[in-house]
């Protein structure tokens, strides 16, 4: 009746298979939860877009579509260019490290277009004319919903109701061709 | 112990018989020291069913329950999702599981007379659950929509037509459409993924309070309680935790071995586990060469489709009548413990006759299950109806031969 | 207790030993046994060549993206998209569908072509092997031809230029009546190209989990030998 129980076997066995049992559930749980990554369907739906920018005039603008948010993609003119320093004083965030057109390209901007207020979509007026919203308008973004304003860069003025500049997608330019999101 | 502890369990046992319960069902519930591993299944069969709860609800967050999307879904699951494939066929290769060791860990109980008194209810529920497995399974396969989804569907829901008077109403009322359709898939899945399940747990419940109410048996049909030791336990039983916890973690082990050689290397199972028709989308319009249940269905398939003869001057056709014998196949095993008359509990002390019997049951659910996934012809035929005379001969004529064959004498001790 | 199981496992096996279903090869007796081999990776591209320039144009490989193929196959981009994607308006991440649809093919053969994604897994590989080497012409066909294994199968001969085309003789076996580009051996490892690459289309993953499978059983193995041991341990105190 009296067989010595090796403690010290006992703690040893308690141990390894504690660390087997712990490796078991983690292994089970890796498939699991990897699951729930975006899939390939996400992945080819969220894929970056191409836009071939030779067609886009000075001072148009072209919406595209990008993980289901409109993006502004504006040829600025040199006018708009040459605009854009005078506005510094105006806006909440100049974002002078961004650039001029806040993009690497010096011609164009490319913008999320969702008002950093409660996401409606601002709309394109590039005219330099009085508007009702500003009298010395020097062209840029009015969102109808609650009167913010942005400047062509996508950059919040002062005394809007949105706080922070349009946000920029990453994008990148090969040539003429323009991408949206990052390539694969 | 810490007091830290301490303080934590008597705070929650005021409120919540945590400890009780622990003693009760596990550290302090006496089991049979020597049993053998057939005693293993019931506790691998939690195991499979964990398994199919969980992969079956990752694969919900993927699958689309809808006649134009179901089998592109899968196929996304297969292909598109992080480790889909690894989910689709752990399950696929599950419910193959659930079924084998469900039929290994009944026969178990008919071995060792696991359903004698005061056992009667365990197995009551024990049976309820293989009911509900069938359906499960049969749910299930629908979903993805394949070609034998599909048309053994068909099948089945043909033979509830073919019940008298009601039959093509009911068919069209389970369908929720004049042929089987996507209203159908819909709540085949709802049934599959909440109903059947919830209901499988409730009565893994019941059954474990049942069987803890009373206690396990052993190979020997030996009752342990009979013997105690000075603090009331018996002296052949040992308390579930630790000793039969940890010797199931090795047998747990082997099971996986088993289970995922087959998901990584064989999940189709040579077309027994995953058909080959079902890669096709179902297809109204073409009906597969040969239609066939897969492999677990096979011995009552086999049994439906022995009986070609009907009872005209009682206006039975021999479709229904296979119904109904079909049925009874599944039925009968709910009353083994009230067919059962012998002094003994297991096999090993019964008479000759006990032991013809269960082998002619077991060769003869084998022999229909091969049977089962065959194409018809006049010799199988004859042969699935010789094993269908001798499934349920034993079981029919069990009260007799139990109660009046010479046993031999059960030992007082293990 | 053992002589029962032992009985049970005879029964059993004597019933397993046979594959399911029949072993159904239309006229021909049995199918040759063909096991696909998705581990070699330059099988794998031969018979997507293979499967481009002779089955592409009516059937469809609707279930596979493009860009799983590439990453799977090692295909370089450029050869991707201007080999074998070669229309601009298709995206990586699209499926290959190679612009078909099943109305077309209606119309020109008379019956749909279908999508070979999953094809053998339907009819297993040995069929596809041994029917895309059973063609014979039939001049009572619409098309010209018929094949042993798909009596009235409504696919013409595509592969004729490289095997060469064959008739029945009067015992009703298949005899060259001219010689293709490839001679009977070439031809045949072809076909185990072509065989392979739609195995693989089939089930993309095949190749990663027979290989991983190895260390999740060997995982186990270690497993179970550890709640041995501590098994072990416990039931000295129960003995």
Redesign the interface.
Known sequence: MS?K??QN??RA??I??GV?GA??VA?FA???L??W?P???A??LG?SVKFDLSKLEAGAMVVLEWRRTPIFVVHQTSAAIENLPKLDAKVTNPAKEEGITRSVNSRYTVLKGVCTHLSCAPKYHPEIEPKAWDQEWLGGFFCPCHGSKFDLAGRVYKGVPAPTNLEVPPHSFDGDMLTVGEA? | MSKQNNSLMSWLDKRFPVTENLERHLTKHPVPKKVNFFYIFGALLMVIFMVQV?TGI?LM??YTNTEEGAFASVE?IM??????W??RYMHSTGASAFFFLMYFHMFRGLLYGSYQKPKELVWLFGCFLLFLLMAEGFLGYVLPWGQMSYWAANVILSLFGAIPVIGPDLQVWIQGDYVLSGATLSRFFALHVVVVPLLMIALVVFHIFALHEVGAGNPEGVDIEKHRDEKGMPLDGAPFHPYKTFSA?PAIGIFFVIFFAIVFFAPEGGGYFLEKPNFEEADFLKTPEHIAPVWYYAPFYSILRAITFGIPFLGITSKFLGFIIFAASIAILFVVPWLDRSKVQSIRYKGIYSKIGMILFAASFITLGYLGTKPVNELRTLIAQICTLFYFLPLILMPIYTKYEETLEVPERL | MIRYFALLLLIAFCGKLLPAGESECGALESCTEYKADVHDLFSLQRGLGLYMNYCSSCHSLQYL?W??LQKDLDIPENILKEDLILNPNI????YMTFGLNSDDSTAWLGAYAPDLTLRTRVRGESWVYTYLQSFYEDASRPLGSNNLVLQGSSMPHVLSSLQGRQQLNNKGELVKVSEGMLSEQEFDFAMQDLVNFLAYAAEPIRSEREKNGIFVIL?FI??TA??W??NR?YS??I?
């Open positions: 067989k129980i090796d076997r006992r066995l308690h390894t298979s087997v490796v078991t292994g890796v498939p699991f990897s699951a990554n899939s390939e369907k992945k080819a894929a694969v | 969980i990752w967050m993927f996304y292909r598109d999702v992080e480790y889909g690894l989910m973690l | 993206r860009n799983r995206k990586n991440s699209d995982f270690i497993f550890v709640m041991l501590l341990e000295k105190d003995k």
